[in-house]
Nanobody
Framework: EVQLVESGGGLVQAGGSLRLSCSLSGFTLDDYAIGWFRQAPAKEREGVSCVVSSDGRTYYADSVKGRFTITSDFAKKTVYLQMNSLKPEDTAVYYC??????????????????WGQGTQVTVSS
């Protein structure tokens, strides 16, 4: 059974930092993408960042570019999202997700088959 478990969320003041972790288990894929998504209250879920296992390419949404960094340890099946210079508008539930058999950058949520339970990030002003 594929499982994704996020951790690292919490409450932080604007300008602060948090590091989210996503631990994956239960699969033996060679090629996949891991994405971070977020959903703020009364808003649709949006893509934040992703990394592709085949060559480590990464993608960032414009809203987080320069502030967030995605890193990965594919051997340990763990992906991190370092979030710096946090803003109140970054407040959301953050989810990591697995897109199997993917070798290109994608933030299409339909490509992501497995999802974690989410972790709350709250940024106070």
């Amino acid at each position: 059974e594929v499982q994704l478990v996020e951790s690292g969320g919490g409450l932080v003041q604007a300008g602060g930092s948090l590091r989210l972790s996503c631990s994956l288990s239960g699969f033996t894929l060679d090629d996949y993408a891991i994405g971070w998504f977020r959903q703020a209250p009364a808003k649709e879920r949006e893509g934040v960042s992703c990394v592709v296992s085949s060559d480590g390419r990464t993608y960032y949404a414009d809203s987080v570019k320069g502030r967030f960094t995605i890193t990965s340890d594919f051997a340990k099946k763990t992906v991190y999202l370092q979030m710096n210079s946090l803003k109140p508008e970054d407040t959301a539930v953050y989810y990591c997700a697995l897109a199997p058999d993917i070798v290109v950058i994608t933030m299409d949520q339909d490509d992501y088959v497995y999802w974690g339970q989410g972790t709350q990030v709250t940024v106070s002003s």
